[in-house]
T-cell receptor, first 113, second 115 residues
Framework: KNEVEQSPQNLTAQEGEFITINCSYSVGISALHWLQQHPGGGIVSLFMLSSGKKKHGRLIATINIQEKHSSLHITASHPRDSAVYICAVSKMNYGGSQGNLIFGKGTKLSVKP | KAGVTQTPRYLIKTRGQQVTLSCSPISGHRSVSWYQQTPGQGLQFLFEYFSETQRNKGNFPGRFSGRQFSNSRSEMNVSTLELGDSALYLC??????????????FGPGTRLTVT
């Protein structure tokens, strides 16, 4: 079983819809990251969170540490949101290492006009 | 501030050859991590460097190695290339002060094709 599981794997939405992508993990973490990858490969960090909730524009990320679960929400989705969204965790490591991310398989989102 | 840069962007090599990829982190970032992305395995952690020391290593064979220089620039090397090494290789840098979690900034990647 993967240490980071995402659902759904694929998601098609109509422009304007509210979108939710879920991420569950099975290890102790120091932080959880939501990443966006467009065709061509470039990865952009959307959020890094270790508790609670963060919001950037139309994007909202929440995390429940007790449940080991995080969600990424996109409000009023737009075709330019079409991309692969990847959940990744930094495993709790008392040696100070934070750069060894463990990734989910990603959610491919397509938003139709 | 300039972002993370990687060179070269594209590379074609033959089985058995070796390759060196380069990553220049954002100025002031001391941590550099390397990742491999393939269609089958997705994104996997290769190694992480901090202040010229390898701090963590993923589950890859010894053919994969790396180093970090005093200016935080990093290189990774793959020797005796195999077809399965064809992948997008990404590096990411972060500020990493006092061992706390910081956002990672990714480079555009190097797409390696092994024939």
């Amino acid at each position: 079983k993967n240490e980071v599981e995402q659902s759904p794997q694929n998601l098609t939405a109509q422009e304007g819809e509210f979108i939710t992508i879920n991420c569950s993990y099975s290890v102790g973490i120091s932080a959880l990251h939501w990443l966006q990858q467009h065709p061509g490969g470039g990865i952009v960090s959307l959020f890094m969170l270790s508790s609670g909730k963060k919001k950037h524009g139309r994007l909202i990320a929440t995390i429940n540490i007790q449940e080991k679960h995080s969600s990424l929400h996109i409000t009023a989705s737009h075709p330019r949101d079409s991309a692969v969204y990847i959940c990744a965790v930094s495993k709790m490591n008392y040696g100070g290492s934070q750069g060894n991310l463990i990734f989910g398989k990603g959610t491919k989102l397509s938003v139709k006009p | 501030k300039a972002g993370v840069t990687q060179t070269p962007r594209y590379l074609i090599k033959t089985r058995g050859q070796q390759v060196t990829l380069s990553c220049s982190p954002i100025s002031g970032h001391r941590s550099v991590s390397w990742y491999q992305q393939t269609p089958g395995q997705g994104l996997q952690f290769l190694f992480e460097y901090f202040s010229e020391t390898q701090r963590n290593k993923g589950n890859f064979p010894g053919r994969f190695s790396g180093r970090q220089f005093s200016n935080s620039r990093s290189e990774m090397n793959v020797s005796t290339l195999e077809l399965g090494d064809s992948a997008l290789y990404l590096c990411a840098s972060s500020l990493d002060l006092f061992g706390e979690s910081y956002e990672q900034y990714f480079g555009p990647g190097t797409r390696l094709t092994v024939t």
